[in-house]
T-cell receptor, first 117, second 113 residues
Framework: GAVVSQHPSWVICKSGTSVKIECRSL??????MFWYRQFPKQSLMLMAT?????????EQGVEKDKFLINHASLTLSTLTVTSAHPEDSSFYIC?????????????FGPGTRLTVL | QKEVEQNSGPLSVPEGAIASLNCTYS??????FFWYRQYSGKSPELIMS????GDKEDGRFTAQLNKASQYVSLLIRDSQPSDSATYLC?????????????FGQGTTLQVKP
């Protein structure tokens, strides 16, 4: 149980294009999902908390107009990197909190490696 | 002061030894603590969660929590080369009602055959 998928697993795009990343909880419902970014040799940095049916909550310093988050259902959240630039190249990882769970455990997707040329 | 602090390592132990990984946190009101393992190029994998003071054992892993000292640790017994990875400590801050986690920078563990 507690499986989270992400698609795509990697993407290469040209500067200025937009990229959409999907995060799905496969065997549980997730009212809340989280989006992280990880640069090489660094830890996970929380970008935003995605709430089903409402606006995402962004961490300080994260541009909400650049990183669009939509949480349309209890099993799907999407992150769109708009007008991507080389500095946006990173490992993007989503996680989901099991709505039926008793704790705060988050289960991570396999990540999406974004390379912007 | 960082919210969650870990020694980045690397921590090197011989195969079969006990590896001890440590983490301190600044939010005294935190209630939930987690250890994740991350292999190079992969996403984190949950190993242990702990919510109460004391020890919690799961196989070769033991998590220890001391809220008074704001300290949480992970012991890995009979370390294996396959345990070589980065171990991330994560804390759910008291200010959050969404379950968000704050991660430490991670400790790299190397288990040498």
């Amino acid at each position: 149980g507690a499986v989270v998928s992400q698609h795509p697993s990697w993407v290469i795009c040209k500067s200025g294009t937009s990229v959409k990343i999907e995060c799905r909880s496969l065997d549980f419902q997730a009212t809340t999902m989280f989006w992280y970014r990880q640069f090489p040799k660094q830890s996970l940095m929380l970008m935003a908390t995605s709430n089903e049916g409402s606006k995402a909550t962004y961490e300080q310093g994260v541009e909400k107009d650049k990183f669009l988050i939509n949480h349309a259902s209890l099993t799907l959240s999407t992150l769109t990197v708009t007008s991507a630039h080389p500095e946006d190249s990173s490992f993007y990882i989503c996680s989901a909190r099991d709505q039926g769970g008793t704790g705060s455990e988050q289960f991570f997707g396999p990540g999406t490696r974004l390379t912007v040329l | 002061q960082k919210e969650v602090e870990q020694n980045s390592g690397p921590l090197s132990v011989p195969e079969g030894a006990i590896a001890s990984l440590n983490c301190t946190y600044s939010d005294r009101g935190s209630q939930s603590f987690f250890w994740y393992r991350q292999y190079s190029g992969k996403s984190p994998e949950l190993i242990m969660s702990i919510y109460s003071n004391g020890d919690k054992e799961d196989g070769r892993f033991t998590a220890q929590l001391n809220k008074a000292s704001q300290y949480v640790s992970l012991l890995i017994r009979d370390s294996q080369p396959s345990d070589s990875a980065t171990y991330l400590c994560a804390v759910n801050p008291s200010s959050s009602n969404t379950g968000k986690l704050i991660f430490g920078q991670g400790t790299t563990l190397q288990v040498k055959p």
